[in-house]
């Protein structure tokens, strides 16, 4: 039955081209413009590490002093640690894994003397980072743990720069000349982009990911700068780096992964014996002095990484929809009331007004079936304009297999929902007024 009803709906389609085609056009527009919001949305706010969400913690400590606060949060906890915090909750053995995390950059001078010198983001991390994070390495692996205590100049590239410069190769054990220092490549990762940045919002939340990784130690060694933001509260005279590695000022991050929630809780323990021990020596005298753990996705809604406005966007795009479906219910109803005659003959031949009704709502569907289909197209039309725009949104601008077949229910929902009127309004039919004038 179902073949017949869709061998009479292509049927009437043809009869129909100009109106259908307006129905189409109309249902396509108001998907179109209503899935590109909502893909923008979707992929902002999408879980960037599902498997690891809840297990990934960042950490904050309260460090202001007696009458100084944080405005710019919400909680008002400083987004980042001093130097001497850093380094001191390093030692904790609790978490199953742990990460000082700093944004940096270089200048790298290729071995060619014809390649002009370049700069390139950079990351100082300790060697857990890319297992917390689940990092795919392409090349080699990670440097190993003791590095992080006793530093080497060993670097971990991605795979873009690795092409740049070794033209792909596996150049594991090569040498790669960052300003005026020579790190030895131990790994090369895949292609890794997650977006939202999850694991430095404090930067940007969809700037690209780095293409170099170096051990954290090697800080105060090279006295490698931070990229990021260098925030303080007191008055300090920092003249030299190690006036800023013994400061105040926060420029540091950390993250730990705590698998489940005793050992989140003996690590809050942990922390609060240390937070004991820095007021002894005069430090954490603020009154709210604490420590704060926000899993990936607390924290992704701590630095609002989907803002309050895209709600609005959504809202007024799905307003957009509905107009273009309150114009496709008149077109709808134009098209049927031409086919009334038709209507009233098969009502006198014995076809019911169940019948009637499946069959108009069986047209619908395939009219919005093609609308989603048109609508997908404008969809990824825009998201091409929004790349273009937005450049830093180049990864967010993709549908997924989801939000294909979410864009195609939507259509096939608002066409039936449109069509229900009509559809009834036909199936009402008087067969005899028609069979007087047949």
């Given at each position: ?11 009437s ?18 998907i ?6 909502l ?5 902002m ?12 913690y ?5 460090t ?6 944080n405005s ?15 380094m001191?909750?390093h ?7 742990k990460t000082?995390?700093l944004?940096?950059?270089f200048s790298v001078?290729?071995?060619s003397a014809d ?22 390495f392409l090349?080699g ?11 080497r ?5 991605n795979?873009?720069?690795n092409?740049q ?6 150049s594991?054990g090569?040498?790669l ?10 790994g ?6 997650p977006?939202?940045k999850?694991y430095d919002l404090?930067?940007?939340n969809?700037?690209?990911?780095e ?15 931070s ?6 509260w ?14 105040e000022i926060?420029?540091?991050q ?19 014996g ?5 007021q002894?020596?005069?430090?954490f ?6 420590v704060?753990?926000?899993n990936?996705?607390?924290?992704m ?5 989907v803002p309050s ?5 959504v809202?007024l795009?799905?307003m957009?929809?509905a107009?273009?479906m309150i ?5 709808l ?9 038709e209507?009233?003959v ?9 019948q ?7 047209d619908v ?8 289909l048109?609508?997908l197209a ?7 304009g929004v ?16 939000l294909?077949?979410?864009?195609i229910?939507?259509?096939l ?24 004038i047949?």
């Open positions: 039955m179902l073949s017949y009803y869709l061998k009479l709906s292509w049927l389609i043809k009869r129909t081209p100009i109106l259908t085609s307006l129905m189409i056009v109309a249902i396509g527009l108001g179109g413009v209503s899935m590109t919001v893909t923008v949305n979707y992929m706010d999408k879980d960037p590490i599902p498997e690891k969400s809840h297990q990934l960042h950490v904050q400590l309260y202001y002093g007696k009458g100084h606060s710019n949060t919400e909680d008002q906890f400083p987004v980042q640690l001093t130097y001497p915090d850093a001191n909750i030692h904790s053995n609790v978490p199953l894994r000082r995390s944004s940096t950059g001078i290729p071995e390649s002009p010198p370049f700069i390139e983001s950079a990351r100082a991390i300790d060697h857990q980072f890319f297992d917390m994070f689940k990092v795919p090349f692996a990670t440097w190993d743990a003791e590095i992080d205590q006793s530093p100049e060993v670097v971990v590239i795979t873009e720069l092409d410069l070794f033209n792909g190769e596996n594991v090569r040498t000349n960052l300003g005026t220092v020579s790190y030895t490549i131990v090369v990762i895949s292609s890794w982009q977006a939202p999850f404090n930067n940007g969809f700037n690209d990911s293409s170099i990784f170096i051990p954290f130690s090697l800080l105060p060694i090279h006295e490698i700068p990229w990021g933001n260098n925030n303080g007191k008055n300090e005279n920092v003249n030299s780096y190690q006036d800023k590695l013994a400061s926060m420029w540091n950390y993250w730990v992964e705590l698998p489940n929630e005793e050992i989140k809780f003996a690590y809050l323990q942990w922390i609060e240390y937070i004991s021990e820095q002894k020596i005069g430090r005298q603020h009154e709210k002095a604490g704060s753990l926000k990936v996705v607390q924290w809604k701590t630095n609002q990484v406005d895209n709600s609005i966007l809202g795009s799905f957009f929809l107009v273009c114009n496709t219910i008149g077109l109803l134009a098209k049927f009331l031409q086919r009334a005659p209507v009233g098969r009502r006198a031949l014995g076809a019911s007004r169940s009637i009704f499946i069959q108009h709502l069986v569907s395939l009219i919005g079936v093609l609308g989603g048109l609508g404008l969809g990824q039309l825009g998201l091409l790349k273009t725009l937005y450049t830093s949104y180049s990864q967010l601008v993709h549908m997924d297999l989801t294909i077949v979410l864009a229910a939507i259509a929902g608002a066409s039936i929902t449109a069509g229900m009127y009509p559809a009834w309004l036909i199936c009402r039919t008087n067969p005899s007024v028609y069979l007087k047949q």
